[in-house]
C-alpha cells in the first residue's frame, strides 16, 4: 500500500546504499522498492536507481538520486528515541563510524549529509520535566555533550 505521505530525502547518486544503510542500522527500518531508469537521460544511464523505496523506524521514505546541485541541511533531521546508553552509543556510533560526523547535542549527520539526533528518552523526559530546576539541570548538562552522555543526565536530574 502506497503511504499518504512521504518523507523524500535527496541524494546525489547514492540512495540505495543510504538505504541500505540504515535499515541494517536502525530497528523497524527496510529497504523497498527500487525504480531504475528505463532509458537514458541526461545526468544517467538506463538501470540507474532513480529511486528507492525505504523505511526508518517505521516512517516511510523515498530515497531520490537527484544529483550533486541540492545538498542537506540540518533543517531536517531523523530524531531518534533510544531507551538506554546501549542504544545510543551503538547507534551514534553507527552514524558517526560509517563516515559521518560529531554534532552537538546528540545531534550527527551521516556521511549523505543527512541529520539525525539519537535522544535518550531520558533527556526529553528530564528536559520537558514540570519541575523547572530539574529541566534546566538536564538542560544545561545536554548543552556540554556531543553524544548524550545518559548516566550524567539522569545525575542531573537528580541534581
Not at 518523507?7 to 525504480?35: H, Q, R
Not at 545531534?107 to 531520558?122: A, E, L, N, Y
Request: hydrophobic content about 40%.
Amino acid at each position: 500500500m502506497i503511504p499518504k505521505n512521504t518523507i523524500c530525502i535527496w541524494y546525489d547518486t547514492d540512495a540505495l546504499e543510504a538505504a541500505n544503510f540504515y535499515a541494517k542500522t536502525f530497528p523497524d527500518s527496510s529497504v523497498g522498492a527500487i525504480m531504475r531508469a528505463p532509458g537514458d537521460y541526461p545526468s544517467g544511464k538506463e538501470c540507474d536507481v532513480l529511486t528507492v523505496e525505504f523505511t526508518v523506524a517505521g516512517i516511510p521514505c523515498i530515497g531520490l538520486n537527484g544529483g550533486p546541485q541540492v545538498k542537506h541541511s540540518i533543517a531536517f533531521s531523523f530524531q531518534i528515541a533510544t531507551d538506554d546508553q546501549a542504544e545510543t552509543d551503538r547507534l551514534w556510533n553507527a552514524v558517526v563510524g560509517n563516515g559521518g560526523q560529531e554534532s552537538e547535542c546528540g545531534w550527527c549527520q551521516d556521511k549523505w549529509g543527512v541529520s539525525w539526533q539519537i535522544t535518550p528518552r531520558t533527556l526529553t523526559e528530564a528536559v520537558t520535566s514540570p519541575d523547572r530546576a530539574e529541566a534546566k539541570r538536564a538542560f544545561n548538562a545536554m548543552m556540554t555533550m556531543r553524544k548524550i552522555d545518559v548516566a550524567a543526565i539522569d545525575a542531573a536530574r537528580r541534581g
